[in-house]
């Protein structure tokens, strides 16, 4: 029988939620996907030192910023990932940019612009964005581009329905934080059925098919394969080296949980500013791991930066 990654494959489109490229090569997935955290973890190895060395030699030759150096470095990274991946390679915008639409628009045309540089087009890359108000309208900006986005850090269905609305090209609710988050509420121990990160991608899952939303849904942030068995039939599912490799040992069936065909969602939802803000306030899980997913992200880019700012002054 054909491994639990194999049949896997079979019904979902396997993302790999890594920065580092041998793990992207070994298992083989369609896309990739990064933020600044895995870039940070993989720019320290010296499997990736010349990715990081271009980086620094360039921000030094062009007196660049080190803000401009981290962006560089990630689509130095984003780049040798599009020559391993036969699909997309989502990058992301600065996470401390989550509250200004239009500074959103600008880094990512500006990443956009580098990669169609180095001959690398709009159609294998997704900027990724956080589901705030003002980026999922940086993203509906970015679509009518012709820029498709990734909308991350998502917890509720009043960020996807909103992303939805703005005709994102993908979203990534992230599975595990809901989990932890619900764990941490109220003590209790979830099984893959019952856990509130699952039902919330089957929810959403489930209202995009009944209501004829194209926006793809990626499911991420896994803590264990038992959620990812869960959410087999999702459109796409991003999974961490550890897990992707756990389920290749893995043997026995694996049943397909969702698909267009069986969707029951509920009635239709739209949002404007106010009635969006309002939703996600009233969502306490949604609102802190939405904040905390931003100041942790920030957080790792500014470490980053400072990792650059170190290395730029060396080189000087």
């Not at 990064?34 to 030094?60: F, M, S």
């Not at 893995?250 to 009635?267: F, H, I, N, Q, V």
């Amino acid at each position: 029988m054909a491994s639990k990654l194999d049949q896997l494959r079979a019904m979902t489109t396997v993302v790999a939620d890594t920065g580092d490229m041998d793990s992207i090569g070994r298992f083989k997935p369609t896309d990739a996907t990064t933020n600044p955290t895995l870039i940070l973890k993989a720019a320290q190895l010296p499997a990736y030192r010349a990715l990081v060395d271009e980086a620094i030699a360039w921000g030094r030759k062009t007196r660049a910023t080190p803000g401009d150096v981290t962006d560089r470095l990630a689509v130095n990274f984003g780049e040798r990932m599009t020559k391993i991946v036969p699909g997309r390679v989502s990058t992301e915008v600065d996470a401390d940019l989550s509250f200004d639409s239009d500074a959103m628009v600008a880094k990512a045309r500006k990443l956009i612009a580098d990669y169609e540089s180095r001959g690398v087009g709009r159609g294998r890359i997704l900027i990724k964005l956080a589901s705030t108000w003002e980026g999922i309208k940086a993203a509906e900006r970015l679509q009518r581009e012709g820029v498709d986005c990734n909308l991350t850090l998502l917890f509720s269905m009043a960020q996807a329905v909103a992303c939805a609305e703005a005709k994102a090209f993908l979203i990534s609710p992230f599975v595990g934080r809901i989990l932890d988050w619900n764990v941490k509420a109220t003590g209790q121990t979830y099984t893959a059925e019952t856990d509130p990160g699952v039902i919330s991608v089957r929810a959403i899952y489930d209202h995009y098919k009944t209501h004829g939303f194209k926006t793809v849904v990626m499911g991420a942030s896994f803590r264990n394969v038992g959620e990812i068995e869960a959410l087999a039939g999702c459109d796409r599912l991003t999974i961490a080296p550890a897990l992707l490799d756990e389920l290749a040992r893995s043997e026995g069936a694996l049943p397909r949980r969702l698909s267009p065909e069986t969707a029951k969602g509920g009635p239709s939802l739209s949002y404007d500013e106010k009635s969006f803000r309002f939703a996600l306030n009233e969502d306490a899980m949604a609102t802190e791991k939405l904040s905390e997913g931003i100041r942790l992200f920030a957080k790792d880019l500014r470490t980053l930066r400072d990792m650059v700012s170190r290395e730029l002054a060396q080189a000087a």
